[in-house]
């Protein structure tokens, strides 16, 4: 029975804490969480600048509404403030976009006007609309969400503005848009996410909210609703042996279908794992990771699949230089009129890759701090720079946009999830000529069905799993939820409906 049944889930990210709360909840006795760190939470990652709370890993919810269980469970811990679980707040449908209007900062030092600004974000807003269109309806026209934006906005701005000055800084801020999408999209390029499946991601409805106490303290909460002792920390899975390989000598043959085998020499057995590492982490690790290896389809999908890196420089001020209703400072670099694909020299210009700082709200709690975010393998390449660098480079960043020569930082925290050993990158995209397939390909449980081996040895779960909630934690919370649900109805079907043949 599902009581007995012993299931080992990999990895204690909120997918893993999912998991193992609804088999619990459902009378599953023998559930244990193995995770190579030594804290729970993955890529829910709270930390502090100068005592403040900052998020290293995820920031929002992303569509805080009841369709939403991150929103839920939120709420329903007491975590949010009253203004995110207003009714209000729950129905803005904003699909996702980010806020139109913010200030603007060149690279000559000038504040960018309005009547500058607005045609092109509406320009490019649009186009984002419409990339996410083709899911839906017809087949894409081109390849990639990047080729299809960069040519539309070439077109509209060359039939629709006048040669001047103004169209080539639309240009530029196009260049800057793009930026933030790689982060958003989690890629290097725009040009890597495929246009026909853009629209697969489904944003819900709700204005973005972040946790005041910090995301961690959801993690918190759902662990604190755990048994004790349910998670082996500091224990790196180096291989899942399946279909019993691994103990065809032993003599409980038969018993264990699975046995899993940590860096340190430990094993446990199992008759279910739900593997919730992050796809960063397979991409590196198939090889070894499961004995035997995974099938082909699995592992061309998990290889096509993209996973990128998006990071944050927090940085914190004495006083803001910036204007106090400012959310997010856009940075425009006036040469890049023509969409340069990535920075010529990686060691003098990657900065070039950040794109935008957005500021900390409300100033009481966090004082004047800004949030940097830059994607891509610029953003890889700053978290091996020693942090004095980035600093530095940073500051003079700042100076040359502001034209103000004294704007210096005090403090400066990032995030390096690209050389986090078990993360590998920040989260999934849909690379180019890759579908929802590839997705359901990697959810596919092992063994595959039709197979007379024992059922459900290894479930997949984790947020590049979810078909449409894939790179957010509502999709990973899902997955763990879904992983659980496979094993509960399967040691209690439902009953069968019985129909009167008349
Ligand atoms: C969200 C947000 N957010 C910013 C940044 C990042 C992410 N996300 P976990 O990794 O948590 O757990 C796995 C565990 O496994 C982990 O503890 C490992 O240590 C362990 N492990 C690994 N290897 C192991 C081994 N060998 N043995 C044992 N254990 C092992 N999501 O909702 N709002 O604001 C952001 C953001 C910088 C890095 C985010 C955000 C993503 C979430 O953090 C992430 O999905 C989940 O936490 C993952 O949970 P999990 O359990 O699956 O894995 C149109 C269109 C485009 C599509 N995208 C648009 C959406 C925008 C997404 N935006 C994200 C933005 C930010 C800013």
Request: a neutral charge.
């Amino acid at each position: 029975s599902g009581a007995d049944a012993r299931v080992l889930v990999i990895g204690c990210g909120i997918s893993g804490i999912g998991a193992a709360q609804k088999l619990i909840r459902h009378g599953f006795r023998k559930v244990r969480i193995i995770e190579a760190t030594s804290r729970s939470g993955g890529r829910i990652q709270t930390g502090g600048l100068d005592g403040k709370i900052v998020e290293i890993g995820a920031n929002w919810i992303h569509g805080p509404s009841q369709e939403n269980p991150v929103f839920r469970l939120a709420c329903q811990y007491q975590l949010l403030d009253g203004e995110c679980m207003s009714e209000e707040n729950q129905s803005l449908d904003i699909g996702g976009l980010p806020p139109l209007f913010s200030t603007w900062l060149s690279s000559s030092g000038k504040k960018l006007e309005a009547e500058v600004l607005a045609p092109a974000v509406e320009v490019f807003m649009t186009l984002l609309k419409k990339s996410q269109e083709f899911y839906h309806s017809s087949r894409a026209p081109m390849s990639s969400v990047g080729e299809f934006i960069k040519t539309e906005a070439l077109r509209i701005s060359n039939k629709e503005w006048k040669d001047d000055e103004a169209k080539k800084i639309r240009q530029a801020m196009f260049s800057t848009l793009l930026k933030l999408e790689c982060g958003v999209s989690g890629t290097h390029t725009m040009d890597d996410v495929d246009l026909e499946a853009f629209g697969m991601y489904k944003s819900l409805p709700g204005l973005d909210c972040t946790f005041p106490g910090g995301y961690e303290g959801l993690i918190t909460h759902m662990m604190n609703e755990l048994p004790k002792d349910i998670v082996l920390f500091n224990k790196p899975v180096k291989c899942i042996h399946w279909n019993n390989i691994h103990n065809r000598s032993s003599s409980k043959q038969g018993l264990c279908p699975v046995t899993v085998e940590c860096v340190n020499g430990e094993t446990f057995e199992a008759d279910h794992v739900i593997l919730t590492i992050p796809l960063g982490y397979m991409k590196r690790n198939h090889a070894t990771l499961l004995n035997p290896s995974l099938p082909r389809h699995k592992l061309h999908s998990i290889q096509r699949l993209g996973f990128g890196t998006n990071n944050k420089i927090f940085l914190e001020f004495e006083q803001p230089f910036w204007d106090e209703n400012s959310e997010v400072i856009f940075l425009l670099w006036e040469d890049e009129y023509d969409f340069p694909d990535s920075v010529s020299d990686m060691k003098t210009a990657w900065i070039r890759k950040l794109s935008c700082f957005t500021v900390l709200k409300p100033v009481e709690r966090y004082g004047h701090i800004l949030c940097g975010w830059i994607a891509g393998h610029e953003s890889e390449y700053m978290e091996t720079l020693p942090e004095e660098e980035v600093m530095h480079t940073v500051t003079r960043l700042l100076r040359r946009f502001t034209g103000n020569p004294t704007v210096t930082p005090k403090k400066l925290v990032r995030s390096q999830w690209y050389h986090d050993p078990y993360t590998c990158g920040s989260y999934t995209y849909v690379s180019k000529g890759c579908s929802g397939q590839d997705i359901d390909n990697l959810t596919e449980p092992l063994p595959l069905t039709g197979s007379k081996a024992k059922p459900l040895q290894v479930l997949f779960a984790g947020e590049a799993t979810h078909k449409s909630f894939f790179s957010t934690v509502h999709g990973a919370l899902l997955t763990g939820w879904r992983e659980a649900d496979r094993l509960i109805s399967h040691y209690s079907p439902a009953p069968k409906k019985i129909t009167a043949h008349l």
